[in-house]
């Protein structure tokens, strides 16, 4: 149980096109999903958190306007990376905690989807 | 405000030998804590977790995590490594309050084995 998928895993894009990654809870409803980006050989930064059928809560620093989400339903997030730049180009990684005190405070991920910005 | 810290961000062992990785945290509340493993081009699975129950936490793989709060830390390890556990682990706290789900990652350990 608690599996989330992500899609694409890999994406090619020219400068100035968009992108959208979607994630997914595929056995679960997911009210809250977070959004990671991951540089080369770093830790995971936390972009923002996304909440289902609300705005989404940006950390410091990340651009709002640069970096949409949309959390339409229970089971689906999407971040569009607009107007893309090669320094976006990086590893996009979502996930989702799951409801309870079962699996309180734990995070379950999806497969990552890696953008270059051509 | 929590944070975590990795000590090392490169270990190498030979196979069969004891894996050990460092984590030390900072955190304001009773802190949740968490192991994960990223293979290459992967998201994260996770390892143990621990949530104030047992000081020692057992997770998969043969791996297994020792809360010491007098420490502030947290260390991971095996007992004998194996090939297939080369990759890059993640120490992740979260606060005891907040069943939100929002980690704060450590900076990475990345795990070689040496045939």
């Known amino acids: 149980g608690a599996v989330v998928s992500q899609h694409p895993s890999r994406v090619i894009c020219k400068s100035g096109t968009s992108v959208k990654i979607e994630c997914r809870s595929l056995?679960?409803?997911?009210?809250?999903m977070f959004w990671y980006r991951q540089f080369p050989k770093q830790s995971l930064m936390l972009m923002a958190t996304?909440?289902?059928?609300?705005?989404?809560?940006?950390e410091q620093g990340v651009e709002k306007d640069k970096f949409l989400i949309n959390h339409a339903s229970l089971t689906l997030s999407t971040l569009t990376v607009t107007s893309a730049h090669p320094e976006d180009s990086s590893f996009y990684i979502c996930?989702?905690?799951?409801?309870?005190?079962?699996?309180?405070?734990?995070?379950?991920f999806g497969e990552g989807s890696r953008l270059t910005v051509l | 405000a929590q944070s975590v810290t990795q000590l090392g961000s490169h270990v190498s062992v030979s196979e069969g030998a004891l894996v050990l990785l460092r984590c030390n945290y900072s955190?304001?509340?009773?802190?949740?804590l968490f192991w994960y493993v990223q293979y290459p081009n992967q998201g994260l699975q996770l390892l143990l977790k621990?949530?104030?129950?047992?000081?020692l936490v057992k997770g998969i793989n043969g791996f297994e995590a020792e809360f010491k709060k007098s420490e502030t830390s947290f260390h991971l390890t095996k007992p004998s490594a194996h090939m297939s556990d080369a990759a890059e682990y993640f120490c992740?706290?979260?606060?005891?309050?907040?069943?939100?789900?929002?980690?704060?990652f450590g900076q990475g350990t990345t795990l070689q084995v040496k045939p």
């Open positions: 996930s989702a905690s799951v409801p309870g005190l079962a699996r309180a405070g734990e995070l379950f």
């Open positions: 056995d679960f409803q997911a009210t809250t």
């Open positions: 996304s909440n289902e059928g609300s705005k989404a809560t940006y």
């Open positions: 955190s304001s509340v009773p802190p949740y």
């Open positions: 621990y949530t104030s129950a047992a000081t």
């Open positions: 992740a706290v979260s606060p005891f309050s907040g069943n939100t789900g929002k980690l704060i």
